[in-house]
T-cell receptor, first 108, second 119 residues
């Protein structure tokens, strides 16, 4: 499987702050990138996907992709306690290759 | 949206027995399904890719004779853990992908997972 690296965290942010998650990938030819959120004991749920360089916004979430640097990030604005979860970065070239995940804790 | 179900949601079995886990796509036809395993505090690891009507493709290090995968229809794939041992205790998650003519995102829809405990 392709290598996908994430900061393992844990990342602790106060409620209302911005949480910034980073991910790098090894295969320069990778085309599509996904961010999943996984609550403890549950399966992953898709937050966003991004294919093109630049930013993509969906509500409080913004994904950023820089293919030249092989870097994809996720920003969570106005973090809420319900955002506390593990966030998985995945490269999707027919098969999903997951990073180890970053655990985020939002402090009320 | 696309829904994938798994059954059972949890199962406890004795060492040496076999366990079958079902994965169904409820509102779409999934030509491809994937099986993952996740140990505590670890990420998902792909075990195998299952294509309807053909043999599954297993990832390196996954024993195909121990983890039997059958994708007999466009809505059902099964994973059978044969001669289960305590080290097989894990969270097993399936995902399903719609045919690429319907989507360009290669998005996978995940089932809720099955927690297997082998005693």
């Amino acid at each position: 499987q392709k290598e996908v690296e994430q900061n393992s965290g844990p990342l602790s942010v106060p409620e209302g702050a911005i949480a910034s998650l980073n991910c790098t990938y090894s295969d320069r030819g990778s085309q599509s990138f996904f961010w999943y959120r996984q609550y403890s004991g549950k399966s992953p749920e898709l937050i966003m996907f991004i294919y093109s360089n630049g930013d993509k916004e969906d509500g409080r979430f913004t994904a950023q992709l820089n293919k030249a640097s092989q870097y994809v990030s996720l920003l969570i604005r106005d973090s809420q306690p319900s955002d506390s979860a593990t966030y998985l970065c995945a490269v999707n070239d027919y098969k999903l290759s997951f990073g180890a995940g970053t655990t985020v804790t939002v402090r009320a | 949206g696309a829904v994938v179900s798994q059954h059972p949601s949890w199962v406890i079995c004795k060492s040496g027995t076999s366990v079958k886990i079902e994965c169904r796509s409820l509102d779409f036809q999934a030509t491809t399904m994937f099986w993952y395993r996740q140990f505590p505090k670890q990420s998902l690891m792909l075990m195998a890719t299952s294509n309807e009507g053909s043999k599954a493709t297993y990832e390196q290090g996954v024993e195909k004779d121990k983890f039997l995968i059958n994708h007999a229809s466009l809505t059902l794939s099964t994973l059978t853990v044969t001669s289960a041992h305590p080290e097989d205790s894990s969270f097993y998650i399936c995902s399903a992908r719609e045919p690429p003519i319907r989507t360009t995102s290669y998005e996978q829809y995940f089932g809720p997972g099955t927690r297997l405990t082998v005693t």
